[in-house]
Nanobody, 120 residues
Framework: QVQLVESGGGLVQAGGSLRLSCAASGSIFKIGAMGWYRQAPGKQRELVAAITSGGSTNYADSVKGRFTISRDNAKNTMYLQMNSLKPEDTAVYLC??????????????WGQGTQVTVSS
């Protein structure tokens, strides 16, 4: 099966930066849209940023101007550059990939998540 593996999470002080990566593996031919979601304890999972296969992006209002989503289609990898981090950004960040075309067919996948903790 296709796997999505997130990395780059950790502990950072408010105002700091982190760069998350999501690497897809598993005999992949093409990936459609990709996005980063986050979920904090007691809160709904929310879409943070999304990017189409062509590079069009969309951001949650809460992260506009601070986060940048990008992808390298040749590497089947997506990134989230997070700057000016705030304590309210603390959450598990999950990678999502839609329309993943591989030897297994065309399916959607989720990563297991990476923890981002922003201290004050």
């Amino acid at each position: 099966q296709v796997q999505l593996v997130e990395s780059g999470g950790g502990l950072v002080q408010a105002g700091g930066s982190l760069r998350l990566s999501c690497a897809a593996s598993g005999s992949i031919f093409k990936i459609g849209a990709m996005g980063w979601y986050r979920q904090a304890p007691g809160k709904q999972r929310e879409l943070v940023a999304a990017i189409t296969s062509g590079g069009s992006t969309n951001y949650a209002d809460s992260v506009k101007g601070r986060f940048t989503i990008s992808r390298d289609n040749a590497k089947n990898t997506m990134y989230l550059q997070m700057n000016s981090l705030k304590p309210e950004d603390t959450a598990v960040y999950l990678c999502n990939a839609l329309g993943v075309f591989s030897v297994y067919g065309k399916h959607d996948y989720w990563g297991q998540g990476t923890q981002v903790t922003v201290s004050s």
